[in-house]
Structures are given as C-alpha cells and as structure tokens.
C-alpha cells in the first residue's frame, strides 16, 4: 500500500534528505587516493549525528555499518574496509539518515582521481538516466514509465540495467510500496499520486546486467567484474510533478562542479 504523505511530512523528508546530501558533501572532500572506505564511513556517521539523525542503514536488516560503498564492480550493498581507494577507483556511496521518524536515502557514485574515459562515460550515463527516470515520476504516468525511461536511455548507451535490485517508496520506513524497477513497459504498473515519495536509484552496469552476491550476504558485484554505478535520489510528487528532496549541489560545491541538472525539479534555487 502506498503511504501518501502530507505537505508537513514532506518537509520532514527534505530535511532528512539533506542530512544525507549534505553528508555526501563532506564526503566528497575527502574522496582522494589512500583513505579507506571505513574512514569514510566514521566521517558520515558524524555528520549524521552532527545534525542530529541516525544514521539510517546501521543496523537495518542488520547491516553493519553507516554507508554502503561499493567500488568498482560492486554495485551497490558493499561493507565499509580497511583497503585504500587508489587512483582510477570508482566508489559508489549510498548513505541513508532517520530524522523526526522519516528517512533520507540517497547516493553518488565518486571518481578517485583521474578515472578512464569509458569509466567517466559510465558515470555520466547512469547519472543522465536518473534525471530522465526522475522527469518519468509525474502525474497519470505509472512505475513502468520510470522504468521504461531509465532502461531504455542506459542499453540504448550498450549498458546493462540491473534487475534484481530496484528503487522503492520511501517514508517512514526506508523501503515502501511500490518498488520502482529501473526497467518497465509504458503505462504498466501502479498510478503516481499526488503526494508520494520514492527513492529513484539507477544501478548500471557497464558490460552484463547480471550480478552476484558474495557470500557476506551483502555485497553484490557484476558477473563480468566490470564497472557499475549508482546514483539515486529523493523525490516528491507534488503539483503533479517531481520535486527533489534530496540534491547533489553539495557534492558539486566541495567538486567546483558548476551544474543545472537539478533546476527544473525545484520551485525555487537551493541556498547552500
Ligand atoms: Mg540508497
Ligand atoms: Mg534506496
């Protein structure tokens, strides 16, 4: 059952979904060669506390710890290690956050330093496809518009769309009705309804859309061990169309990235 949410909930979910945004910013300052994907994650758990949430994936289905980061083959669910990025890595983050009983949940997937051209094209890609799922979530459109939009966009790039994991409603509980599958037909599955909030979250694989899970229970990883990203955020249906709650204006301030990606999903300009 979809949990519809009310003008006043929605502006909880914005605030818990900025936790998390602005959190990936932190991060993405300290995203460079030799630091460890567990010195990360201490990093955003203190700026989760800091600001008062809870981290929102520790201890959820019992995961262990704050952030999953999964670097280059793995897509998403990977544990936080002692090993270092290293130069040409790619990490993909997805961090959640509980605030005044609403989650935030969204994720990026980072460059450590230079990375190779069909890497960079992969990146950008499945983050092109996010926006184009995102401009999907609107009013008498259904999930399998969404999915439809991602899918088509990603294998018309060659890329393989992952099936088994998907994006979901978000509320209360960090996974609610519907799930919202980054593939589909048009005009399939449940309707869109004023007032909903899900979490869209392409996972884009660069050969095969298979994975497997390593036998951590967690970890996912492609079948052909080449790349895969993850970029996912926080949207609300509202007036009939999509208004993010989530931003990567943060990640982009710490980059000296200059970006307008995000504008047409907002009423009026974030100040940072
Ligand atoms: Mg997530
Ligand atoms: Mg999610």
């Known amino acids: 059952m979809i949990k519809i949410k009310t003008k006043e909930e929605i502006e909880l979910m914005r605030e818990s979904a900025l936790i998390v945004s602005k959190t990936l910013g932190e991060l993405a300052k300290e995203i460079k060669p030799g630091i460890t994907t567990l010195q990360l994650d201490k990093i955003a758990e203190e ?54 009983g609403f989650y935030g949940d969204h994720a990026y997937t980072f460059a450590v330093g230079e990375i190779a051209p069909e890497t960079e094209q992969l990146l950008k890609i499945t983050k092109e496809s996010l926006y184009v799922g995102i401009r999907a979530f609107k009013a008498n459109n259904r999930v399998g518009d969404v999915g439809f939009a991602i899918q088509n966009y990603c294998e018309s790039h060659g890329y393989g769309v992952v099936r088994e994991l998907v994006g979901h409603g978000l509320g209360s509980k960090m996974h609610e009705d519907p799930e919202m599958p980054n593939y589909g037909r048009r005009g399939r599955g449940k309707k869109f309804v004023e007032g909903m909030v899900v979490a869209i979250e392409p996972m884009i694989n660069m050969g095969t859309q298979r994975i497997r899970q390593h036998k951590d229970g967690w970890t996912i990883t492609t079948l052909d061990n080449k790349p895969s990203a993850h970029f996912e955020h ?8 999509p208004e993010l709650l989530s931003t990567f204006a943060y990640i982009y301030d710490a980059l000296g990235i200059t970006s307008h990606e995000e504008d047409e999903f907002r009423k009026a300009p974030l100040t940072l």
């Open 234 to 241: 926080d949207v609300a249906l509202v007036d009939g169309k």
């Open 47 to 100: 700026s989760i506390r800091d600001q008062g949430a809870i981290p929102g994936f520790l201890g959820l289905y019992d995961f262990p710890n704050t952030l999953c980061m999964s670097p280059n083959e793995q897509v998403v669910h990977g544990i936080p290690n002692n090993t270092p990025l290293v130069e040409g890595d790619i990490i993909s983050i997805d961090c959640g956050a509980l605030k005044n």
